[in-house]
């Protein structure tokens, strides 16, 4: 005898397999009668949970948010220096999206879509990096230097992509041309080279902010 699935437990499966279509087809390219198939229910029964599909979307996005990571605990871990406190919010980052690759194929689905929801809220997701790199060197950089602001956006910008290309490249690629080296060891080494490209000239971070695995 099969079991029965509760209101909370139904609703829960129709997330997990939206999640996974969404992650796959966008949101554009999956229509609710295969969700509701991906699940083995009528649409009918899935409206009785989500309005529509941008609602189940919505709440697709919302269940991320809900993941979302806090630095607070993470800067105080790995020092309270620049290079140190970056390094371990790398960390937190790239733990956190190999752990569920699907955040990272719906972020690049929405950038193909052009949803504004969806590109506001994954631009969020950035945001911790960008406010901080932006924040550090606007109290180190040198207020005399040439195109001072265009630099501090610019190095947000290219840090962003780095560790986007890395994620890219080691959680979605079917073959990893980088496959004898792991994501941390990775990432660190574009942490330090990044670092160094900014003015940063550590050869090796501390122990403490050293992204292990």
């Given at each position: 005898m099969s079991h029965r699935l509760s209101g909370p437990e139904r609703k829960e499966s129709i997330l997990a397999a939206a999640q996974g279509l969404f992650a796959r087809?966008?949101?554009?390219?999956?229509?609710?009668?295969?969700?509701?198939?991906?699940?083995n229910v009528s649409p009918a029964i899935l409206?009785?949970?989500?309005?529509?599909?941008?609602?189940?979307?919505?709440?697709?996005?919302?269940?991320?948010?809900?993941?979302?990571?806090?630095?607070v605990d993470t800067i105080v871990k790995h020092g309270t220096s620049f290079e140190d406190a970056?390094?371990?919010?790398?960390?937190?980052?790239?733990?956190?999206?190999?752990?569920?690759?699907?955040?990272?194929?719906?972020?690049?689905h929405s950038l193909l879509e052009g949803n504004p929801a969806t590109l506001a809220f994954f631009q969020n997701r950035w945001k911790s990096f960008t406010?901080?790199?932006?924040?550090?060197?606007?109290?180190?950089?040198?207020?005399?230097?040439?195109?001072?602001?265009?630099t501090i956006l610019s190095a947000g910008l290219m840090f962003?992509?780095?560790?986007?290309?890395?994620?890219?490249?080691?959680?979605?690629?079917?073959?990893?041309r980088l496959v004898d080296i792991s994501l941390h060891e990775l990432s660190n080494e574009l942490v330090t080279l990044f670092l160094r490209s900014i003015g940063i000239n550590k050869t090796q971070?501390?122990?403490k902010a050293t992204i292990s695995g």
């Open positions: 087809k966008g949101l554009h390219g999956v229509s609710v009668d295969e969700i509701a198939r991906a699940v409206y009785r949970h989500f309005a529509s599909k941008q609602t189940l979307y919505t709440a697709v996005l919302e269940k991320f948010s809900c993941q979302r990571q806090s630095y970056l390094a371990g919010m790398t960390q937190v980052y790239i733990e956190n999206i190999a752990k569920n690759p699907d955040i990272l194929r719906i972020e690049l406010d901080y790199i932006e924040f550090g060197l606007n109290e180190t950089l040198p207020y005399n230097i040439p195109h001072r602001e265009i962003q992509g780095m560790i986007r290309e890395t994620l890219i490249q080691k959680c979605l690629q079917p073959q990893d971070l501390s122990r």
